[in-house]
């Protein structure tokens, strides 16, 4: 589809424009049908209605736009969700159990709901629903950390369960903007570059808040979601005005449409063995990820930066920076097949880093700092390969009607379960066991099964992806 004219009252924009009675109204042609990108667009791909997009479909204004509206959304996000990690809350225990590991079980608890519900909700959901729905979600999600610091510890943990419910499903809604374009892997990179870097500077955002303006621990999360409050908004109007994939993009990566339940199971059935393992390679790598993560502080503090609150940010630029990179490599190759096995081979290459990486730091080569950003380079590297690579070349490969959004769900759902499992083994199962010790530990193994997984993934797929003419 291509998006012609600027002035082109027949080529409109369809997310909701207010009516002077403050109601959305949408204005739709007999003949259109909703893409699923929130633009309504004729049988031919050529008309729409509502108000006109500021930038064309191509180019690099529509790249830069695109990309910059993803990321600062996903990035505001995660203001509301993050920032409690930044807190100690020393000395505080529920039913015996450290009070910070509850508070992330519970927030993680919350999140996996959500994620098993986008499942259904995600690959079902019409574009016009979608900026509401973010800015609603949010909203529910910023209130429960103001009943977080309303509420006395230890029993405000329960706001942590109402704070993750709803968040978990801002990722599906802001990437199906970007997915089935010939671009995908440039824009979702920039997009899932806000999950590396914006954890990491809303925890500075929220530690400074506490050192130098003094809010408590308890009331900093909500805090820290105030102060991007009205960058939300401005991130939210820049997403509604991206415009629908083309004619080009949609040939060469196939339309995206929203999936009913026997689409989804019919999807899933024809790959049954391939996804089940493509499902456990992100399985692990979310736990792993989500554990560096939720404990970085103690982490870094057990590598001697405890006085160091920067380190969280800097830390994740290079990561960051690789990862557009091979993003960037990525969009060259033009067969969606060999796109595919190469996403795959990431698995393989980011295995090795980290177990290399964690074997230098154990035996003197590398230093602490050197080690996390290796080791977040391995992992985040087939991580966001399947946020931005992996699915959305299979489905282009396969040809089939699917959605990324309800392939990643899918995966999400049992990673946050997963990451759930990691956090209670080490209370109860590893307890005295120190912090960075237990990470290597970790590193070990979630690069000895990725790996092993991975190398079962392409065996599976081998024969069965075609290539594209």
């Known amino acids: 589809m291509s998006v012609r004219g600027m002035g082109d009252a027949r080529e409109r924009w369809s997310l909701p424009a207010s009516s002077p009675s403050g109601r959305s109204t949408v204005t739709r042609r007999s003949d ?21 997009p500021p930038l064309r479909n191509e180019g690099t204004r529509f790249a ?42 519970t927030q993680v608890l919350g999140y996996t709901i959500s994620k098993f519900s ?43 369960f109402l704070n993750g419910l709803p968040l978990g499903l801002v990722w599906g809604i802001v990437f199906s903007f970007l997915e089935g374009r010939r671009a995908t892997e440039m824009l979702g990179a920039g997009l899932c570059c806000s999950f590396i870097l914006a954890s990491g500077a809303v925890k500075s955002v929220g530690a400074w808040l506490m050192s130098d303006f003094g809010v408590s621990e308890f009331w900093m999360p909500a805090a820290t979601g105030g102060v991007f409050v009205v960058p939300l908004v401005v ?39 391939g996804l089940i393992l493509l499902v456990a390679v992100y399985t ?30 800097l830390s994740e630029i290079p990561i960051a920076a690789t990862v557009l990179v091979a993003a960037a490599v990525m969009i060259l190759v033009r067969d969606n097949g060999r796109a595919f096995r190469i996403s795959l081979g990431s698995i393989l290459l980011g295995s090795a880093a980290v177990a290399a990486s964690t074997f230098g ?42 959605n990324v959004g309800y392939l990643m769900y899918l995966c999400d759902a049992f990673g946050y379960l997963a990451s759930v499992a990691v956090m209670l083994y080490k209370n109860f199962c590893a307890p005295d066991l120190d912090w960075v010790e237990f990470f290597v530990g970790a590193s070990y193994v979630t690069a000895g099964v990725s790996a092993a997984l991975g190398i079962g993934a392409m065996a599976f797929f081998r024969n069965r992806i075609r290539k594209a003419p």
């Not at 633009?39 to 006109?52: F, H, I, K, Q, V």
């Not at 959304?73 to 990690?85: D, G, I, L, Q, V």
């Not at 103690?298 to 930066?305: D, I, K, Q, R, V």
């Not at 931005?388 to 699917?402: D, K, N, S, T």
């Open 32 to 52: 259109t049908r909703l893409c699923s990108y929130g633009a309504p667009m004729r049988e031919s791909a050529t008309d729409m209605t509502t108000s006109s």
């Open 64 to 105: 830069i736009w695109s990309t910059a509206a993803a990321f600062s959304t996903y990035f505001c996000m995660y203001a509301f969700r993050k920032p409690f990690t930044v807190g100690t809350y020393a000395d505080l225990e529920v039913w015996g159990i450290d009070y910070k590991i509850v508070l992330i079980v």
């Open 118 to 160: 986008g499942i259904k909700i995600i690959s079902e959901m019409t574009p016009e629903r979608r900026i509401l729905a973010v800015a609603l979600l949010i909203a529910v999600a910023e209130s429960a950390l103001v009943l977080f610091g309303l509420i006395p510890a230890p029993f405000n943990f329960v706001c942590l």
């Open 235 to 273: 991130s939210l109007w820049m997403l509604s005005r991206v415009p629908p994939p083309s004619d080009a993009d949609m040939g060469q990566r196939s339309r995206r449409d929203t999936m009913d339940r026997s689409q989804r199971r019919a999807f899933s059935t024809d790959i049954a063995l």
């Open 284 to 313: 692990v790598l979310n736990a792993y990820r989500d554990f560096r993560d939720n404990f970085a502080k103690e982490l870094w503090a057990g590598l001697g930066y405890a006085d160091t609150p920067s380190i969280f940010t």
């Open 361 to 402: 730091f154990t035996h003197g080569a590398i230093g602490p700092a050197a080690w996390i950003i290796l080791v977040g380079v391995g992992m985040y590297v087939p991580y966001i390969a399947f946020h931005v690579m992996v699915f959305e070349r299979l489905i282009a490969a396969l040809g089939r009607q699917a």
